[in-house]
């Protein structure tokens, strides 16, 4: 089946300082990616679509220059949390539409605590 | 009104017990719906599709009432791998944006 690779996994940083989270569709083309957020015990919030080739599109309420995102080809999309704060912490997960029989594939997501 | 609602449980139920999760969506546009299984601390898996003639795969059943705008699972013969929290997500046909539940955290007991 499809698979989605999201790296890193997990990552501790600093008040003020920038971590990118990547996304790959490993075998399969992915024009359209899916950047979520989950907090503890809370659901999956859509937080953007990034689009190959063109600008994201942001939820309501997600700040468009903190989160910063690159789908710059048709495998690759990365997250950038710029100044990150503490409550930015939280799990990131990226999903990918491979058009099958799979529904939209998840990556393993990332956990990123700010201390 | 939350787009997606599900009872968030938990459900602790035996082993070899039926257990059935509900949920319900507000947009009577929505077309596509799904059951996902997410593990604790793990990204959310794909369980099974919902389709309006119901589906069924092994233990699982799924039914969609568009009607009622009500999805729902059925798992029979609970196993202690069962437990999880079940998401129900419903697709937006014109965005391709998935909307998910809250979940609803089922634990099986020995």
């Known amino acids: 089946g499809a698979v989605v690779s999201q790296h890193p996994s997990w990552v501790i940083c600093k008040s003020g300082t920038s971590v990118k989270i990547e996304c790959r569709s490993l075998?399969?083309?992915?024009?359209?990616m899916f950047w979520y957020r989950q907090f503890p015990k809370q659901s999956l919030m859509l937080m953007a679509t990034?689009?190959?080739?063109?600008?994201?599109?942001?939820e309501q309420g997600v700040e468009k220059d903190k989160f910063l995102i690159n789908h710059a080809s048709l495998t690759l999309s990365t997250l950038t949390v710029t100044s990150a704060h503490p409550e930015d912490s939280s799990f990131y997960i990226c999903?990918?539409?491979?058009?099958?029989?799979?529904?939209?594939?998840f990556g393993s997501g990332t956990r990123l605590t700010v201390v | 009104r939350k787009e997606v609602e599900q009872d968030p449980g938990p459900f602790n139920v035996p082993e070899g017990a039926t257990v059935a999760f509900n949920c319900t969506y507000s947009?009577?546009?929505?077309?596509?719906f799904f059951w996902y299984r997410q593990d604790c601390r793990k990204e959310p898996k794909l369980l099974m599709s919902?389709?309006?003639s119901g589906n069924e795969d092994g233990r699982f059943t799924a039914q969609l009432n568009r009607a009622s705008q009500y999805i729902s699972l059925l798992i029979r013969d609970s196993k202690l791998s069962d437990s999880a929290t079940y998401l129900c997500?419903?697709?937006?046909?014109?965005?391709?944006?998935?909307?998910f539940g809250s979940g609803t955290r089922l634990l099986v007991r020995p």
């Open positions: 075998d399969f083309q992915a024009t359209t």
């Open positions: 990034s689009n190959e080739g063109s600008k994201a599109t942001y």
């Open positions: 997500v419903v697709l937006m046909d014109s965005s391709y944006k998935l909307i």
């Open positions: 919902v389709y309006s």
């Open positions: 999903s990918a539409d491979d058009r099958g029989d799979y529904g939209y594939t």
């Open positions: 947009n009577s546009a929505s077309q596509s």
